[in-house]
DNA sequence: GGGGATTTGTAGTATCTACCTACGAAACCG
DNA sequence: CGGTTTCGTAGGTAGATACTACAAATCCCC
């Protein structure tokens, strides 16, 4: 029985402080302490206070002035990751590879290293290929790292540190993935669900940056949704949030891979427009994806156009459902969507727009990720970050 | 472009300190500084100081030292709400009438008061009923309310004030209810959607307590969900989160009166209840409802057991919808499904599991509300304090 | 009946933090 | 070259919890 996580103390509030700077720092890049102050609303003395810790900390370091711009007064000087703080190591883990990155604050991917395993390989096979690929990427930084986070396709519980389940890599269920990399490498080891690490990413790095609310959504093979609300991401019972792939749209409908009917990625999923492609008598439809579909569409081909409707549509089935039941204002897409470009982005923003309820249509904002592959390896760095400097929404 | 919400002050951490001791005495009851300290992790110094001030403020007051109950030591002083304290407005609009309510924070409903209005009234005339009503209840307490929190069938936004949208009550659509009631009573007017104000209402009232995360569905001829996450209820864009009753569960289903298609509530309202009663040929489909089901399911009457299992089933979609989306470990049922009884509790819980993937099972809870018709006023009130006692989420 | 043990609530001091005011430093302008 | 503007910093003040020590109230046991 405790009172909701103990109460603040003095000291703590230097911690939230110092937090929300590094977040600012993230969603503007350098700044100086005087347009710090302005942000904030506090004196320059308060930053100067506060900027002290952190670049005590190693974490900030003071740029070169900036050159006169013909402004008058005293120029400030700029403030920013330096170029090795705020080192975290990142792993992606996917059926038959593994990569690992060193990734620092500012979102610049240092080194990387990666692995192949066997699509069937067991749990240690896999740990030992993480802890391997660990070992070439940070190696000689693993003294000043602040964490390594690890992005998993499945549901795993980031408390615990354990993987309860993992339809692509069956592997990692119940492997000792956390303990076994904590040991090696004396760090906070923290692991979570690959939806989830992406909307971290974009977050930290990318179209997130500055947003307290939005969803992150992964398209291509499977559908996973990682939401951000009031500045943490939603993690549910166990952490089972985010399974948005597996939401029921068409009751009785299809039979899913999880067993069940009428799933989000029956009718969304790139199985699904391949079948779909097939049964329309679309010519190599059972290699197609959004990218493909879209060139064909934008070459004039008609019945490639009106099969892309389709997906988009199916798509913003989910999207719609999303925006009913939370109203995120914002939606980064992930995955093989991108491919189609802004074509079918506008064509997904709009049919979300016109399967929602007329009043919310104005917030419905869809965007298509600009991390491309860096994605999840920014996403398990942004894990990191998000769990060392934890911010107290207001 | 602020940074997030400003910085924390050192005042800052008593409103919050102070705050965590207010919702430790919603969830707990009376409790004395000592069971506080234990309870927070810190030294009943500390605590005496935080009560000290809540204590000045009235808000808090030392009851009668409790009996020596055979425990060795000194025995310590309860301190719990005094009988006026906390004093919150309560106002519910529904079709027809208004109700309003002086509720301290004990949840206790100290005065009430009613209007009824034509279901076609207009702006000014519910303006008007709600000013009357609150006179009525609150008109002695004036100067001592920590608000005014007015619960609205419809989508609201509770920053600017605003009532976007409400099908039930089309009247209040942009009437000046807030301006109108803060200028009347010079109190803070705070305004939302009565589901979100359910699940408010629970939160410091009901079986919300406690609780950092859940889910609060409200059943009958709409049906709406408020969730709270990590301790905050979800507004969304605009205030318009939480139609989930809108969200696509049987794509190209039937016709909603919202305009789309297969909205949830097309399979699982009272609407939908009385329709698939009548199309079974069930006597008295077109008046019935959850209680009259239950009881003649329970009687022995197979089709109408039949039907149960469907309205319960229906109802499991969205609910499991919402699981595999956000997994909340817990949803509290309001409204009509509450008349069916713990047989019917127990039914939505089932099949609700069964609709979830596996591992998430153990995770659904199901519960009805204990808060009966109290609920509405409740979550008004509720919505004072939330708003009072901002609570920063660890 | 009385001493010891245990628990409760309260002083007083130390520590942490941001706030406020004032000041030197560095650029532009006329 | 002086005036103006802006930037960063130093010193003192105020608010809050942490820690230690102490008086008070109850039970237990001899």
Chains 1, 2 share one sequence.
């Not at 005293?74 to 590879?97: E, Q």
């Not at 956390?178 to 989830?196: I, K, M, P, Q, Y």
Request: hydrophobic fraction near 40%; include cysteine; charged fraction near 20%.
């Amino acid at each position: 029985m405790k009172l909701n996580g103990h109460l603040l103390t003095p000291s703590d509030i230097g911690d939230v402080n110092r937090s929300r700077v590094i977040q600012a720092f993230c969603d503007h890049g350098p700044l100086t302490r005087a347009e710090l102050a302005r942000m904030a609303g506090v004196t320059r003395a308060t930053i100067g206070n506060i900027v002290s810790g952190l670049i005590d900390d190693g974490l900030i370091a003071e740029g070169p002035a900036r050159e006169p711009n013909g402004q008058v007064g005293k120029p400030g000087r700029p403030l920013w990751f330096g170029p090795r703080a705020g080192l975290a190591g990142a792993v992606t883990i996917a059926p038959g590879s593994v990569e690992a990155a060193l990734v620092n604050a500012r979102g610049e991917l240092l080194e990387r290293a990666d692995r192949t395993v066997g699509t069937d390989a067991d749990g240690k096979a896999i740990v030992k290929a993480v802890a391997s690929a660990l070992r070439e990427a940070c190696g000689n930084s693993r003294k000043s790292l602040l964490g390594i986070g690890i992005a998993v396709p499945g549901v795993c519980d980031t408390d615990s540190g354990e993987v309860l389940g993992s339809g692509p890599v069956p592997g990692l269920v119940g492997a000792p993935l956390v303990a076994t990399v904590e040991r090696g490498f004396r760090a906070r080891v923290l692991v979570d669900n690959d939806s989830r690490a992406l909307a971290l990413g974009e977050k930290w790095f990318g179209a997130g940056r500055g947003r307290s609310s939005f969803a992150s959504v992964q398209t291509g093979h499977g559908i996973g949704v990682g939401l951000v609300l009031g500045g943490a991401v939603v993690r549910g019972a166990t952490g089972s949030a985010g399974e948005a792939g597996h939401t029921t749209v068409v009751l009785d409908g299809e039979r899913c891979r999880c067993g069940r009917r009428g799933c989000w990625e029956t009718i969304a999923s790139l199985g699904w427009l391949r079948k779909e492609g097939t049964r329309r008598k679309i010519r190599g439809a059972s290699t197609m994806d959004a990218a493909s579909l879209a060139d064909r569409a934008g070459g004039g081909d008609d019945p490639a156009a009106q099969l892309m409707h389709s997906y988009a549509d199916n798509i913003a089935v989910g999207l719609a459902n999303l925006t009913q039941m939370l109203s995120p204002p914002f939606y980064i897409v992930h995955g093989d969507a991108v491919g189609g470009g802004e074509v079918f982005r506008a064509l997904i923003e709009e049919r979300t727009r016109a399967r929602v309820m007329s009043h919310m249509r104005p917030t419905v904002h869809v965007a298509f990720s600009e991390l491309d592959q860096r994605a999840a390896l920014l996403g398990a760095a942004g894990l990191v970050l998000s769990e060392t400097f934890q911010l107290t929404a207001t």
